[in-house]
């Protein structure tokens, strides 16, 4: 899945020429915490809520409201932007995106063709829709947890096991602890009958179920 496919397109943004007053505005308005820059197509840097409030006169302040108005109508943005940007292309798969957020520890990212110019943003959320919709949730999963030893073989065994109780297999999971074993997560349709004698034939065979649960 390509972030070109999940991302939203068109997203709103300012010219590093617009004044403060205008960009805090439209910042109200769609209950942004952050804007593009964009000039000529190409995206030139971002600001964010704690930027324009650096800026901005203190509640404090002996200035009127007047001159706050004509103040910050006189500051444009590409005096309080950040110009390095950190970006994704839009032929990356989802799953970059998500190693760049959590890397760099940001809940969205400008999408960027292969020439620069701005074509989508992608966030937290739309990774999280995706990681949804890829696992079926909304149709119902049942959901088991196996711990198994690292042995050769053993992942074909269990899905032997499910074959031979005419149950098809939506996807496997293994992840290693930190104790050398494995968890497998495996996830399926949901299973109305059944469910308990699955599960107790898994234990028969000597793998540990160690959590079960029906999803959606």
């Not at 696992?135 to 032997?160: N, V, W, Y």
């Not at 497998?184 to 349709?189: H, K, N």
């Amino acid at each position: 899945m390509f972030v070109s496919t999940r991302m939203s397109r068109h997203p709103v943004t300012v010219t590093s020429n617009a004044t403060i007053s205008e960009a805090a505005k439209l910042m109200k308005k769609n209950h942004f915490h952050r804007m593009l820059v964009v000039d000529n197509g190409k995206l030139v840097g971002y600001f964010s809520d704690r930027d324009v409030m650096r800026v901005a006169p203190s509640p404090a302040t002996t200035l009127s409201r007047y001159e706050i108005r004509s103040l910050l109508d006189k500051m444009t943005v590409k005096e309080i932007m950040q110009n390095k940007v950190i970006t994704v292309k839009e032929d990356a798969t989802v799953e970059e995106a998500a190693l760049i957020m959590y890397n760099n520890k940001v809940g969205g990212l400008p999408v960027i063709s292969d020439v620069g110019a701005l074509v989508g943003i992608i966030t937290a959320t739309d990774i999280l829709k995706t990681f949804v919709d890829v696992m079926g949730l909304p149709s119902g999963k049942t959901r088991f947890t196996l711990e198994i030893e690292d042995k050769i073989g053993t992942i074909a065994d269990i899905t032997r096991i499910f074959a031979e109780n005419g149950i098809n297999l939506d996807s496997i999971i293994t992840c290693k602890q930190s104790s050398g074993k494995y968890e497998v997560v495996v996830r399926l349709d949901d299973v109305e009958n059944g469910f308990d004698d699955i599960k107790n034939k898994l234990e028969t065979k000597g793998y540990r179920v160690i959590h079960s649960v029906k999803i959606g």
